[in-house]
Protein backbone atom coordinates (compact mmCIF):
# COMPACT_ATOMS: atom_id res chain seq x y z
CA UNK A 1 0.00 0.00 0.00
CA UNK A 2 1.81 2.68 -1.00
CA UNK A 3 -0.46 5.34 0.03
CA UNK A 4 -0.30 8.75 -2.48
CA UNK A 5 3.01 8.80 -3.79
CA UNK A 6 3.48 12.23 -6.41
CA UNK A 7 5.84 12.81 -9.02
CA UNK A 8 8.41 14.10 -9.95
CA UNK A 9 9.78 15.09 -6.65
CA UNK A 10 11.62 18.27 -8.12
CA UNK A 11 11.40 20.08 -11.23
CA UNK A 12 12.95 23.20 -12.44
CA UNK A 13 11.38 25.30 -15.20
CA UNK A 14 11.68 28.46 -17.33
CA UNK A 15 9.39 31.04 -17.08
CA UNK A 16 6.54 30.01 -19.96
CA UNK A 17 7.68 27.05 -20.14
CA UNK A 18 4.53 23.78 -19.08
CA UNK A 19 4.27 20.51 -17.01
CA UNK A 20 2.47 18.19 -15.21
CA UNK A 21 2.26 16.77 -11.85
CA UNK A 22 1.56 13.68 -11.04
CA UNK A 23 -0.88 12.56 -8.31
CA UNK A 24 -1.74 8.75 -7.54
CA UNK A 25 -3.77 7.03 -4.73
CA UNK A 26 -4.19 3.48 -4.08
CA UNK A 27 -6.94 3.79 -1.43
CA UNK A 28 -10.05 4.27 -3.86
CA UNK A 29 -10.23 7.59 -2.35
CA UNK A 30 -13.23 9.49 -3.98
CA UNK A 31 -11.73 13.15 -3.10
CA UNK A 32 -8.32 14.68 -3.81
CA UNK A 33 -7.04 17.65 -3.51
CA UNK A 34 -3.97 19.61 -4.54
CA UNK A 35 -2.43 22.38 -2.07
CA UNK A 36 0.78 24.82 -2.76
CA UNK A 37 2.94 25.32 0.35
CA UNK A 38 4.63 28.33 1.18
CA UNK A 39 6.54 29.92 3.74
CA UNK A 40 4.45 31.66 5.92
CA UNK A 41 0.90 31.05 4.11
CA UNK A 42 0.76 27.47 5.11
CA UNK A 43 -1.38 25.28 2.76
CA UNK A 44 -3.97 26.55 -0.11
CA UNK A 45 -6.12 24.84 -2.18
CA UNK A 46 -5.53 25.31 -5.57
CA UNK A 47 -8.07 22.40 -7.16
CA UNK A 48 -9.72 19.12 -6.09
CA UNK A 49 -11.38 16.71 -7.18
CA UNK A 50 -14.71 14.82 -5.58
CA UNK A 51 -14.37 11.91 -8.04
CA UNK A 52 -13.57 10.61 -11.44
CA UNK A 53 -14.23 13.11 -14.17
CA UNK A 54 -14.99 16.10 -11.85
CA UNK A 55 -13.28 18.94 -10.88
CA UNK A 56 -13.43 22.07 -8.73
CA UNK A 57 -11.33 25.73 -8.00
CA UNK A 58 -10.30 25.62 -4.51
CA UNK A 59 -8.46 29.21 -3.36
CA UNK A 60 -5.92 30.20 -5.44
CA UNK A 61 -7.01 27.99 -8.90
CA UNK A 62 -5.15 30.93 -11.38
CA UNK A 63 -2.58 29.66 -13.41
CA UNK A 64 -3.24 25.85 -13.34
CA UNK A 65 -5.39 23.28 -14.73
CA UNK A 66 -6.26 19.71 -13.18
CA UNK A 67 -7.75 16.73 -14.81
CA UNK A 68 -9.31 13.52 -13.00
CA UNK A 69 -9.57 11.03 -15.77
CA UNK A 70 -9.13 8.02 -13.36
CA UNK A 71 -10.10 7.70 -9.68
CA UNK A 72 -6.80 6.84 -8.80
CA UNK A 73 -4.65 9.38 -10.86
CA UNK A 74 -5.35 13.68 -10.03
CA UNK A 75 -3.14 15.70 -12.61
CA UNK A 76 -2.16 19.33 -11.87
CA UNK A 77 -0.93 21.26 -14.84
CA UNK A 78 0.72 24.39 -15.38
CA UNK A 79 0.41 26.25 -18.81
CA UNK A 80 2.48 28.91 -19.08
CA UNK A 81 5.08 28.41 -15.69
CA UNK A 82 5.60 32.10 -14.08
CA UNK A 83 8.36 32.69 -10.68
CA UNK A 84 5.48 32.90 -8.69
CA UNK A 85 4.82 29.39 -9.26
CA UNK A 86 7.19 28.35 -7.47
CA UNK A 87 6.16 26.48 -4.31
CA UNK A 88 6.27 22.83 -2.88
CA UNK A 89 3.34 21.42 -4.23
CA UNK A 90 1.40 18.92 -1.94
CA UNK A 91 -1.84 16.45 -3.71
CA UNK A 92 -3.69 14.56 -0.68
CA UNK A 93 -6.72 12.40 -0.79
CA UNK A 94 -9.56 11.91 2.02
CA UNK A 95 -11.03 9.16 3.89
CA UNK A 96 -13.78 10.27 6.02
CA UNK A 97 -12.18 12.75 7.92
CA UNK A 98 -8.95 12.26 7.47
CA UNK A 99 -6.47 13.83 4.64
CA UNK A 100 -3.73 11.91 3.22
CA UNK A 101 -0.90 13.95 1.83
CA UNK A 102 1.95 12.75 -1.06
CA UNK A 103 5.61 13.70 0.04
CA UNK A 104 5.55 17.00 -2.16
CA UNK A 105 6.85 17.83 -5.40
CA UNK A 106 9.57 20.83 -4.94
CA UNK A 107 8.79 23.11 -8.04
CA UNK A 108 11.41 25.98 -8.95
CA UNK A 109 10.59 28.49 -11.93
CA UNK A 110 12.99 31.12 -12.93
CA UNK B 1 -14.74 34.58 7.51
CA UNK B 2 -12.79 31.74 6.00
CA UNK B 3 -9.82 32.10 7.84
CA UNK B 4 -7.98 30.04 10.50
CA UNK B 5 -5.34 32.62 12.39
CA UNK B 6 -2.78 30.83 13.75
CA UNK B 7 0.15 31.86 16.53
CA UNK B 8 2.99 31.64 17.23
CA UNK B 9 4.69 31.56 14.02
CA UNK B 10 7.76 29.57 15.99
CA UNK B 11 8.54 28.04 18.81
CA UNK B 12 11.39 26.87 20.95
CA UNK B 13 10.81 24.84 23.79
CA UNK B 14 13.08 22.98 26.46
CA UNK B 15 12.98 19.18 26.45
CA UNK B 16 10.11 18.01 28.97
CA UNK B 17 8.56 21.13 28.71
CA UNK B 18 5.53 22.02 27.24
CA UNK B 19 4.76 23.51 23.92
CA UNK B 20 1.14 25.20 23.19
CA UNK B 21 -0.01 26.41 19.74
CA UNK B 22 -2.95 28.42 19.68
CA UNK B 23 -5.68 28.94 16.49
CA UNK B 24 -8.92 31.01 16.26
CA UNK B 25 -11.75 30.66 13.47
CA UNK B 26 -14.38 32.91 12.76
CA UNK B 27 -16.80 30.75 10.62
CA UNK B 28 -19.36 28.91 13.12
CA UNK B 29 -19.94 26.21 10.19
CA UNK B 30 -16.39 24.86 11.04
CA UNK B 31 -17.36 21.23 13.00
CA UNK B 32 -13.96 19.54 12.60
CA UNK B 33 -11.02 20.20 13.77
CA UNK B 34 -7.90 18.64 13.13
CA UNK B 35 -3.92 19.27 14.07
CA UNK B 36 -1.02 18.45 11.62
CA UNK B 37 2.31 17.33 11.74
CA UNK B 38 4.59 17.57 9.27
CA UNK B 39 8.77 16.56 9.45
CA UNK B 40 11.11 18.70 6.91
CA UNK B 41 10.85 16.81 3.05
CA UNK B 42 8.00 15.21 4.35
CA UNK B 43 4.00 15.87 3.85
CA UNK B 44 1.65 16.74 6.09
CA UNK B 45 0.15 14.01 8.64
CA UNK B 46 -2.66 13.73 10.47
CA UNK B 47 -1.97 14.16 14.46
CA UNK B 48 -5.00 14.23 16.24
CA UNK B 49 -8.50 15.57 16.05
CA UNK B 50 -11.63 17.17 17.74
CA UNK B 51 -15.76 18.09 16.72
CA UNK B 52 -16.57 20.81 18.29
CA UNK B 53 -19.09 18.57 20.91
CA UNK B 54 -16.17 18.17 23.48
CA UNK B 55 -14.14 20.28 25.01
CA UNK B 56 -11.04 18.61 25.61
CA UNK B 57 -9.12 15.46 23.49
CA UNK B 58 -6.25 13.71 24.71
CA UNK B 59 -3.97 11.23 22.80
CA UNK B 60 -0.88 10.15 24.57
CA UNK B 61 1.00 13.34 24.94
CA UNK B 62 -1.07 15.28 22.73
CA UNK B 63 -4.27 17.34 23.66
CA UNK B 64 -6.18 19.41 22.16
CA UNK B 65 -8.41 22.07 24.06
CA UNK B 66 -11.66 23.60 22.12
CA UNK B 67 -13.59 26.59 23.38
CA UNK B 68 -16.28 26.78 20.87
CA UNK B 69 -18.06 30.14 22.43
CA UNK B 70 -14.56 31.90 21.60
CA UNK B 71 -13.83 30.03 18.73
CA UNK B 72 -10.55 28.91 19.71
CA UNK B 73 -8.63 25.67 20.11
CA UNK B 74 -5.41 24.59 20.92
CA UNK B 75 -2.90 22.41 20.74
CA UNK B 76 -0.89 21.46 24.10
CA UNK B 77 2.58 19.13 23.63
CA UNK B 78 3.40 17.56 26.84
CA UNK B 79 6.96 16.37 27.57
CA UNK B 80 7.76 17.72 24.44
CA UNK B 81 10.76 15.65 22.82
CA UNK B 82 13.01 16.56 20.28
CA UNK B 83 11.33 14.18 17.98
CA UNK B 84 8.74 16.45 18.39
CA UNK B 85 10.27 19.15 16.48
CA UNK B 86 8.02 19.71 13.33
CA UNK B 87 5.82 22.41 11.96
CA UNK B 88 2.32 22.11 13.43
CA UNK B 89 -0.71 22.90 10.66
CA UNK B 90 -4.26 23.40 12.69
CA UNK B 91 -7.59 23.27 10.08
CA UNK B 92 -10.83 23.84 10.14
CA UNK B 93 -13.70 21.54 8.25
CA UNK B 94 -16.73 22.07 6.96
CA UNK B 95 -18.10 18.46 6.87
CA UNK B 96 -21.14 19.30 4.98
CA UNK B 97 -20.88 19.59 1.33
CA UNK B 98 -16.91 19.17 -0.14
CA UNK B 99 -15.25 19.15 2.73
CA UNK B 100 -12.94 21.68 2.64
CA UNK B 101 -10.19 22.24 4.55
CA UNK B 102 -8.75 25.66 5.87
CA UNK B 103 -5.47 25.25 7.17
CA UNK B 104 -3.53 28.19 9.65
CA UNK B 105 -0.48 29.50 8.35
CA UNK B 106 1.84 26.75 10.46
CA UNK B 107 3.74 26.84 13.70
CA UNK B 108 7.73 25.70 13.21
CA UNK B 109 8.76 23.66 16.46
CA UNK B 110 11.78 23.44 17.57
CA UNK B 111 12.32 21.29 20.71
CA UNK B 112 16.11 21.60 22.68
CA UNK B 113 17.92 18.36 23.79
Known amino acids: NAGVTQTPKFRVLKTGQSMTLLCAQDMNHEYMYWYRQDPGMGLRLIHY???????AKGEVPDGYNVSRLKKQNFLLGLESAAPSQTSVYFCASRDWETQYFGPGTRLLVL | QQQVKQSPQSLIVQKGGISIINCAYENTAFDYFPWYQQFPGKGPALLIAIRPDVSEKKEGRFTISFNKSAKQFSLHIMDSQPGDSATYFC????????????FGTGTRLKVLA
Open chain 2, 91 to 102: AAVTTSGTYKYI
Open chain 1, 49 to 55: SVGEGTT
